[in-house]
């Protein structure tokens, strides 16, 4: 089992910067493809970007790419978002899961995620 929480959401304003962090628990940490969704009022889970295992392979959604980073530390069981030039589009509830196959490069689907934290809240103001 795998608990997942993130942390750093806050009340922003466009082209502020802001870094999300999500530690988790559980021994396998290293072995799993991580990534960041984000999920506005009304509309469905959106990929906002995902890390390899080892932390050598990223990729990002095309509305966030240039403007956001993933990281990750495997010896503290931490994945990061560095967000930056923020906009109001950026306003969501963020978060952060596992990918379900161990060692397998994460994808952009919702659904082949299996763990997830609760959230964090992001607002961007103009």
């Known amino acids: 089992q795998v608990q997942l929480v993130e942390s750093g959401g806050g009340l922003m304003q466009s082209g502020d910067s802001l870094r999300l962090s999500c530690v988790a628990s559980g021994p396998t940490f290293s072995r799993y493809a991580l990534g960041w969704f984000r999920q506005a009022p009304g509309k469905e889970r959106e990929f906002v970007a995902t890390i390899s295992p080892s932390g050598g392979r990223s990729e990002y959604a095309d509305s966030v790419k240039g403007r956001f980073t993933i990281s990750r530390d495997n010896a503290k069981k931490m994945v990061y978002l560095q967000m930056n030039n923020l906009n109001p589009e950026d306003t969501s509830v963020y978060y952060c899961?596992?990918?379900?196959?161990?060692?397998?490069?994460?994808?952009?689907?919702?659904?082949?995620?299996?763990?997830w934290g609760q959230g964090t809240q992001v607002t961007v103001s103009s």
């Open positions: 899961a596992t990918y379900r196959i161990p060692g397998g490069w994460g994808t952009s689907r919702p659904n082949e995620y299996n763990y």
